[in-house]
Structure formats: structure tokens, C-alpha cells
């Protein structure tokens, strides 16, 4: 069997001087605690802290960046444990294990294997790579590590080093685990609340009526109006502040946030309760209430992330099969600049608003988002996120974003997962790419040595706890 050992100079320089300082870089980070300002773990397994129940359902069924890549090499959703239309999928965890096995080759090359190489033997210690021959050995050593104590989600927490880990949540959640952990004398972490409402901002969506009725029960106000549901969300932003949340995340398919008059919003929402829209009234009524959340944070303080720029649900048979977050989504061209005016004339130089921008189309790191960070105060220049946080992307991003903004206008990085496991991978890859770009400043004399390890410093605390506002 071929050996499982990450190389412990991986993604590091080649030439010798560049790679002594990046290791001596890296090694001053490794160990920091984790900011995780982004992601899509869910409290209760915290809250909860039940052990996990098999190798499959933590490391592949939840994990869209694996499926999709298992998918493209014909495997089908149904043999990884996703529900097909809502009926439990009948593949074992033994057998959804076997299938990544059978296709390990498949992931050459790419950041998900060398997430994959990182968590099984650091996290695991697993010492052989996957096959066909071995999966079912190392299923077993799997299920077997994860049925002790040690290997619980709250006792991963605190060897992972997560000094804050925000998930991402409906404005209509009761946050009862967020509260259950902050109330809990026995955990010690911080988890926090992420805002996210897109659901409400799409009254051409078949589950936007029954959206606005959720948030009507959860906050007491009458969302069949317009006013009414600015002001639940209103609410609810208060409630997520109370539970320690800092921030809001929106997902659009563009950047546009013109705002209209109260009168026509409150128009096209009555028509949408009635019936369909117009394609051009439903984009009018989105793009308004962006610009609603962006004044809604220039109020409060939470920082608004903006994630623009995906084509959801790509493969419409496969969505009605399977739902979202299947592994189907692609990138779409992006643009900041021109749909982000409104936004930018009025709060781009509020002191309260702060608005960090993702984008999926690298070109408009430095058309666009690096420009903006450097003039605007409010606006910082999001991690590479998605299909764009892999160990090359990362790197492309530093040298495009550092000329026009440099290094304090940016967010950090983001982890935005699912797999729980594959944090400490991924922040350790960030790391090293950063150590292997401040080395490369410091050999041609654009850095100091100091300046270069107070960077790696703050590129993993200071810069992440100011940009969202962390405690």
C-alpha cells in the first residue's frame, strides 16, 4: 500500500532561502487558534455532542465539494448517501466509503485531496492512502476512532484550536443551540450566529410565502407586507446579536442593489403573495433588498459579507432530485463595481457598515474588489471562497489583491464548510501558502523579515477579529 504522509514542506518554495524562511514562518502560526468567520456547521452538533455516526456521514455525504467531483466521475447521488426526493438513501456508510476509495486517483492534484491527505492522517492517523484494496480496513479504523470520546465533535473543537467558529443561519432559527453553548458552563468555545437572509429576498421563489410565514411566528411581525417584513428581519437582527452574532451573509446571483421606492417594493410584494411576477420585477424587488440588508447593517453594525456571482442548481434534474448543495452549482462571471453604487454612495464611508466581498471569478480581484478595499473604508477583499480556495488560487488572489489594498483590508480566511473535520486542513493550507508568499516578498526585498512574521501574525488573528468584529 502507498504510504499517507503529507510532506511536511508542502506548498512551500523550491529555491532553499525562500523555503527555510517559510517554514520558520509557517512554524510561528501553526499552532494559533482558528478564527473561522464563515461556515455551514451546524450548532446543535456541538450543542448535542453526540459521536458522530460513521466514517461516510462525516466525511462525504455532507460534503458538496466531494460529491460533485465523485459525481463527475459517474458515480451516482444516490451511492453517497444523498436523499433522493426526501426518502433516506439506502447506501451504508461502509458502501459511500468504498465508492471514494475506488475513485481516490480522481482527486489528484486537487485542494480536496490534499484537505483529504491533511485530516486522515493528522485528525485520523491514517497511515496508508485509500484504495479499492484496503477501503473496507480503513472504514473500520475510522468507525472505530470515532466511537471514542476524544474524537466527539466539542473534544475535536478544542484540539482543533477553534477560538471562534461562526455558522451560518435563517433569520427565523430559534438559535437555541447557539444559546444552549453560550449558557453552558462545560464548553468553553464561542460559536456564533451568521444572519443569512436570501430565502426572503426572492418573491419568485416557490417557498417565499412559506419563508415569510416562518419569520412572521418567529418574530411577532406581520410579513405580508413589505414594511412588516423589513421590520421582522429588523428584529431578528437583534436577536442575532444578542446570541453573539457579528456578522450577515447574502448569497445573490448578482451584485445589483438599486433601491426602489417603499411604495413599488410594497406593490411587488403584495403581487408576489397573489401570484407569479415578472422576471423583471422579481430581480428589481432582490436587488432592492440588498440594499435594504446593507442599510440595515450600516445601523447596526453587523458585517455584511456579500457572496454573489453562482448559478444555482445548474443541473435542474438533478436539483429536483436531490435538492441544493448537491454538488451542482457553478461559477458565473462577476462584476462590483457598477451594481455595488447605490450601496457605496450612501454607507461606503459609514464607520458602522463594513461589507466584505467574494467573489467566484478571480478576474475581479484586482479589477474590482482590491480597487474598492483600497479606497473605500468599509470595504475589505474576501478570501478566495468555493471553487477558488485551492492552495494556487490562494496565492493568485495575494498577488492581486496586496498592490491595491495590501494586507489589512482583507478578511482572512474563510473556511466555509460542511466537513467538520477538514477546518484545521484548510486554515493550515492557508497558512502555508501565506508563509510561502511573505517569503517570496522578503527574498526580493519588499519585506523586511520582522514585518513578514507580525504579517503571518495577523493574517491569522488580528486581521480576521477586526474585519468581522470578533470577539
Known sequence: MTALAPHPDRLFP????????????????????????????????????????????????PDHYVLRMLHAVGVPLDELGVPRAGATSRASGRSIWRRLCEHWDAFLGTPVRYWFETELNEVFGL???????????LYDQLAETLARDEFRPRALFERFRI???????DPADDLAAHNALRHDPTFTGKVIPTFRADRYMNPDEPTWVGKLDQLAARSGFDTSTYGGLLDALRSRREAFITAGG?????????????????????????????????????TAY????????????????????????????????????YGPDTGH??????SFTRPLTPILRDFGTNPTFRLVLFTVDETTFSREIAPLAGFYPSVYAGAPWWF??????????????????????????????????????????????????LSSLVATHQLSEDDAFTLARRLVSDIPRATFRLP
Not at 448578482?254 to 397573489?274: C, F, K, V, W, Y
Not at 452549482?329 to 462577476?334: A, E, S
Not at 488560487?393 to 492581486?400: D, F, G, P, V, W
Open 14 to 61: 523550491i529555491e532553499p532561502i525562500e523555503r527555510d524562511l517559510a517554514r520558520r514562518l509557517h512554524a510561528s502560526v501553526a499552532q494559533a487558534p482558528i478564527y473561522s468567520p464563515h461556515g455551514h456547521i451546524d450548532a446543535a452538533m456541538l450543542a448535542d455532542d453526540t459521536p458522530f455516526p460513521d466514517p461516510a456521514a462525516l466525511l462525504i455525504t
Open 127 to 137: 497511515t496508508e492512502q485509500p484504495s479499492a484494496a484496503n477501503a473496507d480496513a
Open 163 to 169: 477560538a471562534v467558529l461562526a455558522t451560518t443561519d
Open 246 to 282: 457579528t456578522a450577515t451573509d447574502t448569497g445573490v446571483p448578482d451584485a445589483g442593489s438599486e433601491p426602489l421606492d417603499a411604495s413599488d417594493a410594497e406593490r411587488i410584494h403584495r403581487s408576489a403573495l397573489m401570484g407569479p411576477l415578472t422576471a423583471g420585477e422579481a
Open 286 to 321: 432582490r436587488r432592492n433588498m440588498l440594499y435594504q440588508l446593507a442599510a440595515m447593517s450600516s445601523e447596526d453594525g453587523l458585517v455584511m459579507q456579500l457572496h454573489p456571482g453562482v448559478i444555482r442548481n445548474h443541473h435542474r434534474p438533478s436539483f429536483d432530485a
Open 329 to 334: 452549482d457553478l461559477p458565473d462571471v462577476g
Open 388 to 437: 477558488l480556495d485551492t492552495p494556487a488560487a490562494i496565492l493568485r488572489y495575494r498577488q492581486a489583491v496586496t498592490d491595491s489594498a495590501g494586507f489589512t483590508k482583507t478578511s482572512g480566511f474563510i473556511d466555509d464548510t460542511r466537513a467538520y473535520c477538514s477546518i484545521p486542513a484548510r486554515h493550515d493550507m492557508s497558512r502555508r501558502v501565506d508563509a510561502a508568499y
